[in-house]
């Protein structure tokens, strides 16, 4: 099976815009999970969908928002980003939710200048 | 407010020496408790992952230690090797579908 895939892989914003990552999970993948990694922060869980509901949200403001669409794949988005927003955004799924193995995609690099 | 501490922060290790690194969880209710390996420009993967039920949990050259009236898990890498060397994260997770991660440790095993 082919693995995670997200796009962009890397990506460049300035403070103000709004970005719209993808994240296409391993085939047959319901649940898809989203993370900020930064160096100080580790990775920090920002939501999970399931069959296209979102099931849990971490401590992240509104302006990260996700969707999930009915193959699986699934989007996330960041409105008015800051400076603070830059850091890797990493995508992974699995059959059954967070806490079983989970499948990590190489991330997204996000940029805020 | 970090709910897994792990530590150390980094680590240097001797090929064919034994790495461990430490994590520390303060919510009882988490019963799951996996390790991830992340090299550089990939993803975490998974390493091993134990559930309260047990003490131990080996795999090969990995093994999890668990304690669970200390609320403390730990990984032990036996015969490091310089293809080891990566960043390790401990995460802890309950009922409420989220995972709770340490802030990682970066080992480096020396040939």
């Known amino acids: 099976k082919a693995g995670v895939t997200q796009t962009p892989r890397y990506l460049i914003k300035t403070r103000g815009q709004q970005v719209t990552l993808s994240c296409s999970p391993i085939s047959g993948h319901r649940s898809v999970s989203w993370y900020q990694q930064t160096p100080g922060q580790g990775l920090q869980f920002l939501f999970e969908?399931?069959?296209?509901?979102?099931?849990n949200k971490g401590n992240f403001p509104g302006r990260f928002s996700g969707r999930q669409f009915s193959n699986s794949r699934s989007e996330m988005n960041v409105s008015t980003l800051e400076l603070g927003d830059s850091a890797l955004y990493l995508c992974?799924?699995?059959?059954?939710?967070?806490?079983?193995?989970?499948?990590f995609g190489p991330g997204t690099r996000l940029t805020v200048t | 407010q970090q709910q897994v501490k792990q530590s150390p922060q980094s680590l240097i290790v001797q090929k064919g020496g034994i790495s461990i690194i430490n994590c520390a969880y303060e919510?009882?209710?988490?019963?799951?408790f996996p390790w991830y390996q992340q090299f550089p420009g990939k993803g975490p993967a998974l390493l091993i992952a134990?559930?309260?039920d047990v003490s131990e949990k080996k795999e090969g050259r990995f093994t999890i230690s668990f304690n669970k009236s200390a609320k403390q898990f730990s990984l032990h890498i036996m015969d490091s090797q310089p293809g080891d060397s990566a960043t390790y994260f401990c995460?802890?997770?309950?009922?409420?579908?989220?995972?709770?991660w340490g802030l990682g440790t970066s080992l480096a095993v020396n040939p």
């Open positions: 919510n009882t209710a988490f019963d799951y």
């Open positions: 969908y399931f069959s296209e509901t979102q099931r």
């Open positions: 134990i559930r309260p």
């Open positions: 992974a799924s699995n059959e059954r939710g967070p806490n079983y193995e989970q499948y």
């Open positions: 995460a802890a997770g309950g009922n409420n579908r989220k995972l709770i």
